[in-house]
């Protein structure tokens, strides 16, 4: 589940019920009675009657509209809150996507191996075995959990252990469509299968070319919650650490979790 803030949940709530009374509640009763009673039939300033009107709305016989009112004002201040949420996160992925793609592949290459960048050489086709192999797409999916599970990051798919360009020619001629596209779509498969479609959202695909060699760059933001891989019926939490990704057990993910997405 996502974390949720309670205290600004709270601020928007309280807000909106203060809105709700002190403004929806009063203005409401000036326009039903305007329009009953025309500017020209007072007696008295329109100051004085709206202050005559918000007074009435505390008194006995209206508390229960005022409640009305001030349950419509915390549904807004709910609406307002969800969209301050999901603004909030947009542009955090925003700024994230544009600090990564400040980045070049030879300066990320320089920097070599690190929490935040890893290397594949492929996603379907095996160097050392000159064959298709499957089990590289699980790879994939694994590291990009554990940048997901972290502070986020990229992966480069076409480059060696040392940064070396290697293409991703082999990985098309394995797929029904043998560009671009094809490979985008394969990437984001994986990620639907073994790891929730929803999290889709948390990857840019990009290619780009370097030594005449295209390489596969998936740029990868942090999630909101605990991302699980799953494999068949193996449940697994993956960790970026250091250079590498590893497999907490059932103790150091609880710990974990608990420790980066606590609740608020």
């Known amino acids: 589940m996502y974390s949720i803030s309670i205290k600004p949940l709270l601020k928007f709530t309280l807000l909106g019920a203060l809105i709700g009374v002190f403004i929806l509640h009063p203005f409401t009763m000036i326009i039903y009675w305007l329009e009953f009673n025309p500017p020209e039939a007072l007696n008295f300033s329109l100051l004085k009657f709206v202050l005559i009107k918000m007074a009435s709305s505390f008194s006995g016989e209206m508390l229960f509209m005022t409640f009305i009112f001030s349950g419509i004002g915390v549904c807004l201040g709910l609406l307002f809150w969800v969209y301050h949420k999901k603004l909030s996160i947009k542009e955090k992925t925003i700024n994230f996507l544009s600090s ?3 980045r ?6 320089k920097t070599g191996e ?6 594949k050489s492929s996603a379907r086709w095996d160097f050392r075995q000159h064959k298709v192999n499957k089990a590289l797409g699980l790879v994939i999916v694994k590291t990009i959990a554990g940048f997901m599970n972290n502070k986020g990051g990229t992966l480069l798919i076409g480059l060696d252990n040392e940064g070396i360009p290697l293409g991703l020619e082999h990985d098309y001629n394995t797929l029904k469509r043998k560009n671009r596209d094809g490979y985008e779509q394969f990437i984001i498969g994986l990620i639907s299968s073994h ?7 948390n990857i840019s695909v990009i290619f780009q070319n370097l030594e005449s060699n295209e390489i596969c760059r998936v740029i990868i933001s942090p999630s909101l919650r605990p991302v699980y891989c799953q494999d068949g019926n193996k449940i697994q939490f993956f960790l970026r650490t250091g250079g ?9 993910a609880t710990e974990y979790i608990a420790h980066h997405w606590p609740k608020r």
């Open 114 to 119: 690190a929490e935040t960048l890893e290397f």
């Open 104 to 109: 070049d592949i030879p300066s990320l290459i």
């Open 100 to 102: 990564e793609l400040e």
């Open 244 to 252: 590498g990704t590893r497999e907490l057990n059932v103790k150091e």
């Open 195 to 201: 790891l929730a479609t929803d999290l889709c959202l």
